[in-house]
């Protein structure tokens, strides 16, 4: 049978998210809104802070660690990506915003960075203004990294509890999360419609 009328395969998104204190809103955030794509029938993988501990990039330096190996892997397979950093001092964390620095590793790849790949944002501080100035560096990198932001990114205030275990306490927040997570799974479907076999089907181009 012609490869072009094989059935797509099921997209991954991959949660990127936390601190290194364990249960933090950021992590809490992005592994709520990977269930709500994994009710939508997608498979999903979470980076949360422990397992995003890696050396500080070096682009000098080849050699990785199992755990920065592991994480380019799953970005390199990802067809949709669920990132959530919190606000230190006005801007994303340094370990979030080291973890994204090892997407250089994938700067000669068929698809670089995260090109073809749709992006929701999410950005938890202790006040709107921070969480607001966080939320629009996040989709910043997302535009350089080739990425396709969501139209909606969201902001967290977690001046209040949010979350309590895996259960959101917030309305507003349940259903912005929602949102966007649907919009990141309706994307990476879409395009993966026009894959087959992880080969660019005929006439599919990236702008």
Same mark, same amino acid.
């Given at each position: ?18 601190? %290194? ?15 709500? =794509?994994?009710? #939508? ?9 422990? @397992?995003? @501990?890696?050396?500080? +990039? ?9 755990? !920065?190996?592991?994480?380019?892997? !799953? ?12 606000? +230190? %001092? ?8 080291? =973890?994204?620095? +090892? ?17 929701? @944002? ?7 203004? !921070? ?11 997302? %535009? ?14 977690? #001046? ?20 966007? =997570?649907?919009?990141?799974? @309706?994307? !990476?479907? =879409?395009?993966? #419609? ?14």
């Amino acid at each position: 049978m012609n490869a072009l009328f094989n059935k797509p395969r099921t997209p991954l998104i991959v949660g990127i998210g936390g601190t %290194h204190r364990p249960n933090s809103s950021s992590e809490l955030a992005a592994r709520y809104a990977l269930g709500i =794509a994994a009710q #939508a029938g997608v498979r999903v993988q979470m980076f949360d802070g422990p @397992s995003l @501990s890696f050396p500080l +990039y070096n682009p000098a330096d080849p050699v990785r660690d199992k755990y !920065a190996m592991s994480f380019v892997a !799953a970005l390199r397979d990802a067809d949709g990506i669920i990132l959530a950093a919190p606000a +230190y %001092h006005g801007g994303i964390s340094g370990l979030i915003k080291n =973890a994204l620095d +090892y997407t250089e590793d994938m700067n000669r790849d068929a698809r670089v960075y995260f090109d073809g790949r749709a992006v929701g @944002s999410i950005a938890c501080a202790g006040g709107w203004q !921070a969480a607001g100035a966080t939320l629009s560096a996040l989709r910043s990198v997302v %535009h350089a990294l080739r990425g396709w932001n969501t139209p909606l990114g969201v902001t967290i205030n977690t #001046a209040g509890k949010i979350f309590d275990g895996d259960t959101c306490l917030d309305l507003d927040v349940e259903r912005n999360l929602a949102v966007m =997570a649907r919009q990141v799974v @309706s994307f !990476a479907r =879409a395009m993966n #419609a026009q894959r087959v076999d992880g080969v660019d089907a005929p006439g599919m181009q990236y702008l």
